[in-house]
């Protein structure tokens, strides 16, 4: 199939590309598409063809569920049974924006959509371009981000090109996105409600919002009866192509005299090596590629920079990655939960 790459400038002046785009969607075909955290791949999320078709795309296992996405307060009821008081105030207040809210699912949704689970995930990203192609798509768009599974999500649309070029009729290409990892996912059909998967909306700020505490669950193992709550967390995630070691320490120098001792045995092995720093270490390293993540005093441009730092490892041949980690940061959840996925768990403390 031939994957058409289509840009989308201002708003305004991609109506017609929209259009096409929400047509293949009508259509029950799949369409890559900006969001403000990552791309998506979408689908019509009434049709199970169009469902299945995103699970091909993307090799994905079809037991583990994907987000609903609309643009409109009023699509919720066709979605969801109930919305509890607190899910109403974190959607007023934090949508549109990159968090994803679970609820007890209307019969309408097809359980092919939520992995045959009584619950369904919803969001109402705050893209321009996302929220025109829903609406021109009159149905909500089920979505997961669009890259192979297991591989680092997409924040640019040469990340989609890469792993989805010639599965995917077309990709709509809306520039680098801005936060950069996915929404937070949050569980309301729970008192406290759960944090499933931490994002930018942190666990302090959905407090203040709802006014009461919250709870986080991103582990696999604490789980009702087996099944995990959110069963994406289950499958290996985020990871590049080349086996990753997260080195955390109580102090910079610590580490960086760590990294620099592992990535020179490494090298001596004959291993081409690769270093994930931040601006403020990146000087201090000898190794074939290092990379600046982005600065500690913005903790966003971290997030916004590291799935695209670890697929340009793979790209530049690196076999083995050495990562600084983020501990005591703001947003270290979010950016800790990537970090620890992308090096298989194998982390060192010095
Ligand atoms: O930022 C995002 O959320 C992006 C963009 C495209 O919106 N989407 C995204 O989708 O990250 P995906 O499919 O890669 O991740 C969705 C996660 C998976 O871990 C899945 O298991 C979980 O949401 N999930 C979906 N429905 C659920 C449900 N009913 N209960 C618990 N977890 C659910
Ligand atoms: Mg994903």
């Known amino acids: 199939m031939e994957t058409k790459l289509v840009k989308i400038h201002q708003i305004e002046e991609s109506q017609e590309e929209i259009e096409e785009a929400a047509q293949l969607i009508r259509r029950g075909e799949v369409v890559a598409f900006p969001t403000e955290t990552v791309y998506g791949l979408g689908g019509n999320g009434w049709k199970q063809d169009a469902v299945r078709k995103i699970y091909e795309a993307k090799g994905r296992p079809s037991d583990n569920p994907l987000i609903l996405h609309i643009c409109d307060m009023e699509m919720i009821g066709e979605l969801a049974k109930e919305v509890p008081e607190s899910a109403k105030k974190a959607m007023e207040h934090f949508w549109p924006g990159p968090m994803t809210v679970i609820l007890k699912k209307s019969d309408k949704v097809p359980g092919c959509v939520t992995g045959g689970l009584d619950t369904v995930a919803v969001r109402m990203p705050s893209d321009e371009t996302a929220r025109e192609l829903i609406r021109r798509s ?9 890259n192979t599974s297991g591989r680092p999500s997409p924040t640019k649309a040469e990340h989609v090109w890469e792993d989805l070029n010639g599965k995917i009729p077309m990709i709509l290409d809306g520039g680098a996105v801005k936060v950069g990892v996915e929404s937070t996912i949050i569980d309301f059909t729970v008192e406290p409600p759960v944090i499933l998967r931490p994002g930018r909306i942190t666990k302090k700020a959905l407090e203040d919002v709802i006014g009461c505490p919250s709870e986080m669950n991103t582990s696999m193992k604490e789980t009702d009866g087996g099944v995990p709550k959110a069963p994406g967390m289950k499958y290996k995630h985020y990871a590049p192509k080349a086996r990753m070691i997260l080195v955390l320490g109580s102090s910079r120098e610590k580490v960086t005299e760590k990294i620099n001792e592992l990535v020179s045995e490494a090298r001596s092995r004959g291993q081409r090596t690769g270093v994930m720093a931040t601006d403020e270490s990146e000087a201090y390293y000898q190794a074939d590629e290092v990379v600046s993540v982005g600065t500690r005093k913005n903790m966003e441009t ?14 530049r041949g690196v076999e083995i990655i050495y990562s600084e980690g983020f501990e005591g940061e703001p947003l270290e959840e979010a950016v800790m939960n990537r970090l620890v996925k992308a090096a298989g768990h194998e982390i060192i403390r010095v």
């Open 302 to 315: 971290v997030m916004a920079n590291l799935y695209d730092v670890l697929r340009g490892f793979d790209g």
């Open 138 to 146: 009159g149905v909500p768009i089920a979505a997961p981000s669009a």
